[in-house]
C-alpha cells in the first residue's frame, strides 16, 4: 500500500511537470494563432476551443455551487489577466518581442509573494526576499533591453510597443492578486471551466464591438495550431488540478519557478526565434531572484513552526 500512494505521488507530481511544459510551449503557439488570426480573434477562438476541451472533460459548469462574490471578483481578475496575456503576445511587434513580454509577464510569481507579505498573510526573510526582488527587476530589464545598452535598449524597446509591454506587467499583477485571493474567496471550487467560457465570452464581444475580423482565412496548418493551442492550454490547467491534489507542492512550487527558462527554450524552438545573450542572462536572473523570494517564506516560516514547536513543548 505504502508503494502504491508513492507511486500515485510520483504520478501526480509527473502531471504537474508536465502541465508546467505544456504552459511554457503553448503560450508561443497561440502567437503564431495571432498572426493568423488577429491578435483579438486569434486570442479569443484559442479561449473558445480551450473552453470546450474544459468542459467536455469535466462537464457544464454549475454556477449556482460556486460562491457568487468569487465568481464576480474571481472571474473578474481571471478574464482581465487572460486578456493581458493573450493580447500582449498578438500586439507584440515581433515574434522575439512576443518571447520579450512573456517574460515581463512572469514576474507574477514575485508579485504575488510580495503581495502575500505586504497582506501579512505569510512572513519573509528579507535578507533573501530584497535581493531576489532585485535580481527577478534587473533580469527583466535585460530581457526587454534586447542586443543593446541596458537603459537605452530597454526604453527603446518599450516606446516602440508601450501597449504590450503594459498589458504583460499588469497581468503580471492581476494574477498576483487573483493568486492572493482564490485561496481565501474560492471555497475549494473549481471555477476553471466557468472562467474560460467568461474569458471567450469578452473577447469575442471585443471583437465584435472593434469589428476586427480575422488576419487570414481558415486553413489546415492554422486550424491544426489553433486546436493544439486551445486544447494544449485546457491540458495544462486539467494536468496541473490533478497534480495539486496528490503532487508534492514543493517540487512541483520550485519546478514552477524555471518557466521562463523552459519559455525561452520553447520560443526558440516554436517561433525559430534567435534570442541574445542579455536574454538569456535576463532569464535566468529572473527565475534566480523568484526562487530567493520564495525561499525567503519557505525559510521564515519553517523558522517560526519551530519557535512555536519549543514553545509547545517546554508548556
Request: proline share 2%; with cysteine.
Amino acid at each position: 500500500m505504502g508503494l502504491l500512494s508513492l507511486l500515485s505521488r510520483y504520478k501526480f507530481t509527473l502531471f504537474g511537470v508536465l502541465a508546467v511544459l505544456l504552459w511554457s510551449a503553448v503560450l508561443h503557439i497561440v502567437r503564431i494563432v495571432s498572426e493568423d488570426f488577429g491578435a483579438i480573434g486569434g486570442a479569443a477562438l484559442v479561449y473558445t476551443y480551450s473552453a470546450l476541451f474544459l468542459v467536455a472533460f469535466s462537464g457544464i459548469p454549475n454556477i449556482k455551487t460556486y460562491p457568487k462574490r468569487y465568481v464576480v471578483i474571481g472571474g473578474t481578475l481571471f478574464v482581465a489577466y487572460e486578456l493581458c496575456l493573450s493580447l500582449s503576445l498578438g500586439f507584440a511587434n515581433s515574434r522575439e518581442q512576443s518571447a520579450q513580454v512573456l517574460i515581463v509577464n512572469y514576474l507574477w510569481p514575485l508579485f504575488t509573494i510580495l503581495g502575500a507579505v505586504i497582506c501579512k498573510n505569510t512572513q519573509a526573510n528579507s535578507i533573501l526576499l530584497l535581493p531576489g526582488s532585485v535580481l527577478a527587476f534587473v533580469g527583466v530589464c535585460l530581457v526587454v533591453s534586447g542586443d543593446s545598452s541596458l537603459l537605452e535598449g530597454m526604453l527603446s524597446n518599450i516606446i516602440s510597443n508601450p501597449l504590450a509591454f503594459l498589458l504583460a506587467f499588469s497581468g503580471a499583477i492581476i494574477w498576483a492578486i487573483y493568486c492572493n485571493l482564490t485561496k481565501y474567496m474560492s471555497g475549494g471550487h473549481n471555477t476553471i471551466s466557468l472562467f474560460f467560457i467568461f474569458t471567450a465570452g469578452t473577447l469575442w464581444l471585443k471583437w465584435c464591438f472593434l469589428d476586427a475580423g480575422f488576419n487570414s482565412g481558415f486553413s489546415f496548418s492554422s486550424v491544426f495550431l489553433l486546436a493544439l493551442a486551445g486544447g494544449g492550454m485546457a491540458l495544462g490547467y486539467g494536468l496541473w488540478n490533478k497534480a495539486i491534489i496528490g503532487g508534492n507542492m514543493i517540487l512541483l512550487a520550485a519546478i514552477s519557478y524555471f518557466t521562463p527558462v523552459f519559455s525561452g527554450v520553447f520560443a526558440a524552438l516554436i517561433l525559430g526565434v534567435s534570442l541574445q545573450q542579455s536574454f538569456w542572462l535576463g532569464v535566468v536572473s529572473v527565475t534566480v531572484g523568484s526562487l530567493l523570494c520564495w525561499q525567503s517564506t519557505r525559510y521564515k516560516n519553517q523558522r517560526i513552526s519551530q519557535v512555536q514547536s519549543v514553545l509547545d513543548n517546554t508548556e
